[in-house]
């Protein structure tokens, strides 16, 4: 068994360790989606299937793997919700449930907006120090 090839993917970066130990208090179906995204293989199936349904032999080919670890790979994007399957006689298409990636999409927002506003009062508190800093300097010539 081969591994999967490692394309650039959305995810390919992201220190989903870090963003995950972060998340403690949160909905734990956020964690699941953040935690099914981790994997490389999974992103790239999630790129995929962003393009429209598939068939999981359809799936399985870009990928040097054996079909049953693929279903591994697509049974953990089921459990997160961000995957769909359905049977229709021998073949399994699966598809892409946007609302789960929007949830997700919804916490990464809402934790841009807490850190842009942190950055926000960090450089309003820098300049309020720079200000005293020069007032102050210029009292002592």
């Known amino acids: 068994m081969k591994n999967a090839p490692r394309a650039k993917s959305a995810c390919t970066g992201v220190q989903i360790g870090v963003l995950l130990s972060q ?11 953040f935690q099914a995204l981790a994997d490389p293989t999974r992103c790239a ?3 995929t299937l962003g393009q429209g349904p598939r068939t999981v032999s359809m799936l399985a080919e870009p990928f040097e793997m054996a079909l049953p670890s693929l279903m ?13 399957s359905h049977k229709q006689g021998r073949i399994r ?3 892409l449930v946007p609302e789960r990636l929007g949830q997700a999409e919804q916490w990464l927002a809402a934790q ?16 309020t120090l720079h200000r005293q800093e020069q007032a102050h300097g210029r009292r002592r010539r």
Request: proline share 2%.
């Open 23 to 33: 998340m403690g208090k949160y909905d734990p179906d956020i964690q699941a989606v």
């Open 72 to 84: 591994k790979h697509l049974a953990v994007l089921e459990r997160s919700g961000v995957v769909r």
């Open 45 to 47: 199936i999630v790129a």
């Open 112 to 127: 841009r907006a807490m850190w842009e506003a942190r950055a926000e009062r960090m450089v309003e508190f820098v300049e």
């Open 93 to 95: 298409t699966c598809e």
